[in-house]
C-alpha cells in the first residue's frame, strides 16, 4: 500500500482505492515454478528430445494414421473399445515390421 501510493504508473496497476494491489498464485504455482525450471536442466533437455522420438511419435501415428485425431463413437465404453482395437492393430503392425526385417523380439 505505502510504497505503490507514489507509484508513477499506478493507475495500470490497480483501481484499488486503497493502492492494494492482491496477486494470487495457483494452489500448486509453487510446483508448476519447479518444473518449468527443470525443463532448462540439460539431462531433462536430452530427455524431451529423446520423447519426441519415441513416445511422440507413437502418439502422431496414431492420430494421423489411425484416425484417432477424433472419436467416431460416445460414450466411455465405445471409445475405450475402439481404441483398444487400435492399439492392438498399431502393435500389430509393430510386430510385422519386426518380422519382414528379421528382428529378434524383444
Known amino acids: 500500500g505505502s510504497i505503490c501510493r507514489d507509484c508513477p504508473v499506478l493507475s495500470k496497476c490497480t483501481e484499488n482505492k486503497d493502492a492494494i494491489k492482491q496477486i494470487r498464485r ?14 532448462f536442466v540439460d539431462t531433462v533437455k536430452k530427455q524431451y528430445k529423446m520423447r519426441s522420438q519415441t513416445i511422440e511419435r507413437r502418439f502422431g501415428d496414431a492420430k494421423e494414421q489411425h484416425g484417432m485425431r477424433w472419436t467416431r ?7 475405450s473399445m475402439d481404441t483398444t482395437l487400435i492399439c492392438a492393430a498399431m502393435n500389430l503392425k509393430k510386430i510385422a515390421m519386426w518380422l519382414v526385417k528379421g528382428q529378434a523380439m524383444v
Open 26 to 39: 495457483h494452489v500448486w504455482q509453487d510446483d508448476l515454478d519447479i518444473v518449468e525450471d527443470l525443463r
Open 73 to 79: 463413437y460416445r460414450g466411455h465404453d465405445k471409445v
